[in-house]
């Protein structure tokens, strides 16, 4: 069984990928996508969304970093791949569910998803370019706008060459609208050989345990409910080991929000730094009374010094 942290563009950025690994449980981890058009990419690029390439495509808490690329040219995802791996990318991932208009209006995302075809020659290529000690894997929806295409889809991806697929439980027209059709992931993994991930509306150790039970897989790909519930990885895995846990309080909680805040403020503008901890406060609120209460304080504050007296007396 292993638990990955799922790649969420706009969220999950090297900040919150290295305070998430650190809270334990999580096997590894994904970039927000890299874009790959019609060229091949600078460095920069990748360190951009993925700088734990500099320190062997690990976070901070030593959990393995996968980077993904997001793209529809065969060839221009290939090279891309082969350069990634020679500056540091321990393994490609591929995103074939990102549900945003204006990636799918450029052929990116899960509107690949109505081109079996196009997925087997993705892959076959990207698998062919990287060195073969380097994992290729893939992240999927049931499909574009209805489940019709889901299993040749999955069994495209494999046969091109994914080692793994993350399967999100929806299609793209279901956005992130519950439910999860957990029971697709089943059918998948009927269908490939390869490990299958389940992905989508677990928010809780009872969610996953229902999840397991419906799809039949134990691996997991863990989103929202993660960054809402930090600890929700830890406490998968100390249930499926049969070791007691407590789950995190916000005593325990407050010290990563804290230095989530120094880094934000380190990375990011002054006048963008408040919205990237609102962000992730929102989230919480689902589970801390007390992130409630610092939320509403804050939800109208932009000055950054004042947001630090707010945070510390929290």
Same mark, same amino acid.
């Given at each position: 069984?292993?638990?990955?942290?799922?790649?969420?563009?706009?969220?999950?950025?090297?900040?919150?990928?290295? /305070?998430?690994?650190?809270?334990? $449980?999580?096997?590894w981890?994904?970039?927000?996508f890299?874009?790959?058009?019609?060229? !091949?990419?600078?460095?920069?690029?990748?360190?951009?969304?993925?700088?734990?390439?500099?320190?062997?495509s690990?976070?901070?808490? $030593?959990?393995?970093?996968?980077?993904?690329?997001?793209?529809?040219?065969?060839?221009?995802?290939?090279?891309?791949?082969?350069?990634?791996?020679?500056?540091?990318?321990?393994?490609?991932?591929?995103?074939?569910?990102?549900?945003?208009?204006?990636?799918?209006?450029?052929?990116?995302?899960?509107?690949?998803?109505?081109e079996?075809?196009?997925?087997?020659r993705?892959?076959?290529?990207?698998?062919?370019?990287?060195?073969?000690?380097?994992?290729?894997?893939a992240?999927?929806? /049931?499909?574009?706008?209805?489940?019709?295409?889901? !299993?040749?889809?999955?069994?495209a991806?494999?046969?091109g060459?994914?080692?793994? /697929?993350?399967?999100?439980?929806?299609?793209?027209?279901?956005?992130?609208?519950?439910p999860?059709?957990?029971?697709?992931?089943?059918?998948?993994q009927?269908?490939?050989?390869?490990?299958?991930?389940?992905? &989508?509306?677990?928010?809780?150790?009872?969610?996953?345990?229902?999840?397991?039970?419906?799809? &039949?897989?134990?691996?997991?790909?863990? $989103?929202?409910?993660?960054?809402?519930?930090?600890?929700?990885?830890?406490?998968?895995?100390?249930w499926?080991?049969?070791l007691?846990f407590?789950?995190?309080?916000?005593?325990?909680?407050?010290?990563? !929000?804290?230095?989530?805040?120094?880094?934000?403020?380190?990375?990011?503008?002054?006048?963008y730094?408040?919205?990237?901890?609102?962000?992730?406060l929102? /989230?919480?609120?689902?589970?801390?009374?007390?992130?409630?209460?610092?939320?509403?304080?804050?939800?109208?504050?932009?000055?950054?010094?004042?947001?630090d007296?707010?945070?510390?007396?929290?």
């Amino acid at each position: 069984m292993q638990i990955a942290l799922a790649p969420m563009e706009g969220l999950v950025d090297e900040i919150l990928r290295d /305070l998430l690994t650190r809270c334990g $449980g999580i096997d590894w981890c994904v970039t927000e996508f890299v874009r790959v058009c019609d060229r !091949l990419l600078p460095a920069s690029s990748f360190h951009k969304l993925a700088p734990e390439l500099r320190q062997g495509s690990l976070t901070a808490a $030593g959990v393995p970093l996968r980077l993904q690329l997001l793209g529809s040219d065969p060839a221009c995802l290939a090279d891309n791949a082969a350069y990634a791996c020679s500056i540091g990318a321990t393994a490609i991932d591929l995103n074939f569910g990102c549900p945003a208009k204006t990636v799918n209006k450029s052929r990116g995302g899960a509107i690949l998803l109505n081109e079996p075809e196009l997925l087997w020659r993705i892959l076959r290529e990207v698998r062919g370019a990287v060195p073969a000690a380097i994992p290729v894997t893939a992240k999927m929806r /049931l499909g574009f706008s209805s489940t019709d295409g889901t !299993l040749e889809c999955a069994r495209a991806l494999v046969d091109g060459g994914a080692q793994q /697929l993350v399967v999100h439980a929806r299609t793209k027209v279901d956005g992130y609208k519950p439910p999860a059709h957990w029971e697709w992931v089943a059918r998948v993994q009927e269908v490939v050989t390869v490990p299958v991930y389940a992905n &989508g509306e677990v928010w809780s150790l009872e969610d996953w345990q229902r999840c397991r039970s419906v799809s &039949g897989v134990d691996n997991v790909m863990l $989103g929202r409910g993660l960054v809402s519930r930090p600890d929700l990885a830890r406490q998968i895995a100390a249930w499926r080991e049969g070791l007691e846990f407590s789950p995190m309080g916000w005593k325990e909680l407050k010290p990563l !929000l804290e230095d989530f805040w120094r880094q934000a403020r380190d990375k990011v503008a002054p006048r963008y730094a408040p919205g990237r901890l609102k962000q992730w406060l929102a /989230l919480l609120t689902r589970n801390y009374p007390e992130a409630k209460r610092l939320f509403d304080e804050l939800r109208r504050e932009n000055d950054c010094e004042r947001i630090d007296i707010l945070l510390a007396r929290a």
